[in-house]
C-alpha cells in the first residue's frame, strides 16, 4: 500500500480524470471507477454510420491549464494530444446578415470590430478588452484557481474591492452597455453568460471573463481525434503514471466510520479499501433522496445542495454530411433576432421563441474541405424540470431548427442522417433535471456558496467536476480535480 493510503476517484469526467492524474503523478495508489465503458463522460463521442462525432464540449479554453495538468503527472501535453488554435474562434452572425469573426490579437480584432460597427466602436472596444484582461487578473488566482472549502477563501478584501471597482458585481449585461454600443458586439460579449446557466441580466460581471478566456485567450482543438481524444489522452496518461482504471462498474456507496472514508463499496458488490474517495459526478445524484440511500453516506450532506437550482438544458442535433460546407467556420453562432425575450423563455420554463444556434463544424473528419464532416447543432431549452411533454416538444424544435437551418442557408437536412439529444436524453445519461450543465453560478451558487469540495464532517471524501467550485466547463473542472488532489496531497503528505 502507498504512503497516503489507497484513493478512489468515482467518474471518469474530466474533473475524476485531472484529480486522478495529479494523485498518480504524486505517486498515490489511485483507482478510477467509471460507470461507463469510457472516459469522458459529458466529453463523450458517438458514431452514425461510418461519421464520428464529439457528444459534448467543442469550444476547448485555456489550454495551459490542461498543459498543467499533464506536467503534474510527469507528461507533455503536446506529446499527448498537440492542439491547434482556431482562426476564427467564432464566426458570429447576426440577424441582420451582417457577421463578426472572432479573431486573435487586439490589432485585428479592433478591425474586425471597426469594419462591422465604426472607428468609435473599435476604439470602445480595445478599451473594453483591456477590462476583461483587467477583470480575469482579479479573479484568476484570487477566486476561480483557489480552494473555496473554506469561507477565508472569500475573505480577500483586496481582490474584492478590486472586482468591485472593476464592475465584477455589476450584472454582466450592465457592465457589457457601459463599455459598448452596439448591439451585436454586445452579444458577443455576453451569450458566454449561459455557458453559466444564466441571462447576461442576471449573471454578476465577474463571469465576463468567459468572454476574456474565448474572445481574447482562444478556442483551441485537438489535431486529432476530436474532443473526447482529451480525456483519452488523460486516461492514458494517468495510466502510465500509476492509475488503475475499472470501467463499467458502478460506485454504489462510500463506507465510513468513525474516522473518516474507509471503502468504496460497487454495485458487483465489491469492496474497494479507500483511504480518500475524490466523488466526481453528479452530486444531487450521489447525495440521494433523504434517508442516505445514494452514494454518499448522511453525514456527507451539505446544507448548499438542498435546494439545487439547475442550469437550463440543450437540444443538440448531429448530422452527419457527405461534404463539409466550403468555408464553413468551425464554429459559427447564429444568433437570433430576439434577445431579452430569448433568456426570458429560458428562465420560465418554456423554449426560446428565436433561439441562437451553435453550429460546430469540425474539419478533420475527412479529407479536407468538401469531405464527410458532422454538423453539431446546439439550441439552449429548458431543463426538465419545466414539465414539458419531449415526446411532442422535441419533434418541433428539430422541425424547427431544420427550417432555421435552411435559411441560413445549410440546405435542406431534413433527410440527412441524424442523431438528437435533448433533455430526457441527458436525464437518461445519468444527469440530473436532465441537464447537463449541472447547477447554474447564481451568486447563491457561486464560490464558498457552491457545494464543498470537500465533506467537513467526512474526512477523507471530496469532490471534484462541474457540481462544485470553480463550476461547469473543462478549465473549471480541470481545476477543480487539481483542487481535490491538492487537499488530499496535503493531508497525507
Ligand atoms: C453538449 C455539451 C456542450 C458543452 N460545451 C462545452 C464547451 O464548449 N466548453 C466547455 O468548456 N464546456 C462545455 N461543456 C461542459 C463540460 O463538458 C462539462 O462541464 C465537463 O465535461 C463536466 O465534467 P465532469 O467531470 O464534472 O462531469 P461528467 O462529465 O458528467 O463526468 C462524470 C462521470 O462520472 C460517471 N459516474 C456517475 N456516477 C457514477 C458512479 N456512481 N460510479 C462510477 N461512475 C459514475 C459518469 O458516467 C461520468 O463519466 C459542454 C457540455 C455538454 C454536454
Not at 2 to 9: C, D, E, L, Q, T
Not at 367 to 395: I, K, M
Not at 451 to 468: C, E, I, K
Request: glycine share 12%.
Amino acid at each position: 500500500m502507498s504512503a497516503g493510503g489507497p484513493i478512489v476517484v468515482v467518474g471518469a469526467g474530466l474533473g475524476g480524470l485531472a484529480a486522478a492524474m495529479r494523485l498518480a503523478g504524486a505517486g498515490r495508489e489511485v483507482t478510477v471507477v467509471e460507470a461507463a465503458d469510457v472516459p469522458g463522460g459529458c466529453c463523450g463521442t458517438a458514431t452514425l454510420g461510418s461519421h464520428r462525432f464529439d457528444t459534448g464540449p467543442s469550444v476547448l479554453t485555456m489550454p495551459g491549464v490542461l498543459a498543467d495538468t499533464f506536467a503534474a503527472a510527469g507528461q507533455d501535453l503536446e506529446r499527448w494530444l498537440p492542439l491547434r488554435r482556431l482562426d476564427p474562434y467564432y464566426r458570429l452572425t447576426f440577424h441582420d446578415g451582417s457577421r463578426l469573426d472572432v479573431v486573435a490579437g487586439a490589432d485585428a480584432m479592433a478591425e474586425q470590430v471597426r469594419a462591422l460597427c465604426g472607428p468609435a466602436e473599435a476604439r470602445r472596444y480595445l478599451r473594453f478588452r483591456r477590462l476583461l484582461g483587467e477583470l480575469f487578473e482579479a479573479e484568476w488566482s484570487a477566486f476561480i484557481d483557489r480552494d473555496m472549502t473554506r469561507l477565508r477563501a472569500l475573505a480577500r478584501p483586496y481582490a474584492l474591492a478590486r472586482l468591485a471597482a472593476l464592475g465584477g458585481f455589476r450584472r454582466l449585461d450592465g457592465l457589457v452597455r457601459r463599455h459598448l454600443t452596439d448591439e451585436r458586439l454586445i452579444r458577443a460579449h455576453t451569450f458566454q453568460a449561459l455557458y453559466v446557466g444564466l441571462s447576461p441580466r442576471r449573471a454578476l460581471g465577474v463571469y465576463a471573463v468567459i468572454a476574456h478566456m474565448d474572445t481574447v485567450g482562444g478556442v483551441y482543438f485537438p489535431r486529432e481525434g476530436g474532443m473526447h481524444a482529451v480525456p483519452r489522452a488523460m486516461a492514458a496518461a494517468a495510466e502510465k503514471a500509476g492509475a488503475i482504471f475499472r470501467y463499467g462498474v458502478r460506485a454504489g456507496r462510500i463506507e465510513t466510520d468513525g474516522a473518516g472514508v474507509v471503502a468504496v463499496r460497487l454495485d458487483t458488490g465489491e469492496r474497494l479499501a479507500a483511504r480518500h474517495a475524490v466523488v466526481a459526478c453528479d452530486l444531487v445524484r450521489a447525495h440521494g433522496r433523504r434517508g442516505g440511500d445514494g452514494l454518499l453516506p448522511e453525514e456527507a450532506a451539505d446544507w448548499r445542495l438542498r435546494r439545487p437550482r439547475f442550469s437550463p438544458s440543450c437540444l443538440v442535433a448531429h448530422f452527419a454530411l457527405d461534404h463539409r460546407p466550403e468555408g464553413q467556420a468551425h464554429h459559427t453562432l447564429h444568433f437570433g433576432r430576439e434577445w431579452e425575450a430569448t433568456f426570458a423563455a429560458l428562465e420560465a420554463g418554456r423554449p426560446q421563441p428565436d433561439p441562437s444556434l451553435l453550429v460546430t463544424c469540425p474539419d478533420g473528419h475527412g479529407p479536407g474541405e468538401g469531405g464527410p464532416a458532422v454538423l453539431s447543432v446546439l439550441e439552449p431549452t429548458p431543463n426538465t424540470r419545466c414539465g414539458a411533454d419531449w415526446t411532442t416538444l422535441t419533434p418541433r424544435l428539430v422541425d424547427r431548427m431544420l427550417e432555421r437551418l435552411a435559411a441560413l442557408g445549410y440546405g435542406d437536412l431534413s433527410g440527412v442522417p441524424r442523431m438528437v439529444f435533448d433533455p430526457p436524453a441527458w436525464r437518461r445519461r445519468g444527469h440530473s433535471a436532465g441537464t447537463p450543465f449541472a447547477l447554474d453560478a447564481r451568486f447563491t451558487q457561486t464560490a464558498w456558496f457552491r457545494p464543498s469540495g470537500a465533506a467537513r464532517r467526512v474526512p477523507g471524501l471530496h469532490f471534484a467536476g462541474m457540481y462544485t467550485a470553480p463550476g461547469v466547463g473543462v478549465p473549471p473542472v480541470l481545476i477543480s480535480g487539481r483542487l481535490a488532489a491538492e487537499r488530499i496531497l496535503e493531508s497525507t503528505p
